[in-house]
């Protein structure tokens, strides 16, 4: 089956650091990705949207500059989380949806475990 | 933007008995999907079970069943026979073809089973 690949699955870093956290999509393109953010014991919030080749659309209340999207391949999404806080540690976790596959479910990577000191 | 609820914060089934984690959702649509999430400790999202909307028959994957009542716009999983590795957290799932396909989740059911 569709497997997408997330990495780093756990990454513990110092507070102004940037972290940069790839989603991959192993054995097919998706030309859009999802990137979910998860606090302890809560469901799944939708950050933001990529779109390959263009500007990721955010929800509401997510920072741009804060979380960078690049989603240059088909294959290939990263979410960048500049100038790390400790209030940004949190579960992230992508998902990705097959190209003309619209009525298939997104597949989901295994997420990355973000602590910032 | 749609909403998913689930009423259910925690649910506990003895093994080898069936139990139904509930979840109800707002939309004015007419066209979706809808879905169960299986989220164990590793936090791994698996997906258990999955029902279109203009489909009438009650999706069945094995021991996981759905009751979709879509006038009352209810989609419950029932777990039959329970066994010990069913013990996760469970997400209901609403997923728009109008908004990019996008996930809206339900605030999720933590399942336990008991030996």
């Known amino acids: 089956g569709a497997v997408v690949s997330q990495h780093p699955s756990w990454v513990i870093c110092k507070s102004g650091t940037s972290v940069k956290i790839e989603c991959r999509s192993l054995d097919f393109q998706a030309t859009t990705m999802f990137w979910y953010r998860q606090f302890p014991k809560q469901s799944l919030m939708l950050m933001a949207t990529?779109?390959?080749?263009?500007?990721?659309?955010?929800e509401q209340g997510v920072e741009k500059d804060k979380f960078l999207i690049n989603h240059a391949s088909l294959t290939l999404s990263t979410l960048t989380v500049t100038s790390a806080h400790p209030e940004d540690s949190s579960f992230y976790i992508c998902?990705?949806?097959?190209?003309?596959?619209?009525?298939?479910?997104?597949?989901f990577g295994d997420g990355t475990r973000l602590s910032i000191l | 933007a749609q909403t998913v609820t689930q009423s259910q914060p925690e649910m506990s089934v003895q093994e080898a008995e069936t139990v139904t984690l509930s979840c109800t959702y707002d939309?004015?649509?007419?066209?979706?999907?809808l879905f169960w999430y299986k989220q164990p400790p590793s936090r791994q999202m698996i997906l258990v079970i999955r029902?279109?909307?203009?489909?009438?028959q009650n999706a069945t994957e094995n021991r996981f069943s759905v009751n979709f009542q879509k006038a009352a716009k209810s989609f419950s999983l029932k777990i039959s026979d329970s066994q010990l590795g069913d013990a996760a957290m469970y997400f209901c799932a609403y997923r728009s073809p109008n908004t990019g396909n996008q996930f809206y989740f339900g605030t999720g059911t933590s399942l336990t089973v008991i030996p």
């Open positions: 939309t004015s649509e007419s066209d979706y999907y």
């Open positions: 990529s779109n390959e080749g263009s500007k990721a659309t955010y």
């Open positions: 029902q279109e909307a203009y489909k009438q």
């Open positions: 998902s990705a949806r097959q190209t003309g596959a619209e009525s298939q479910p997104q597949h």
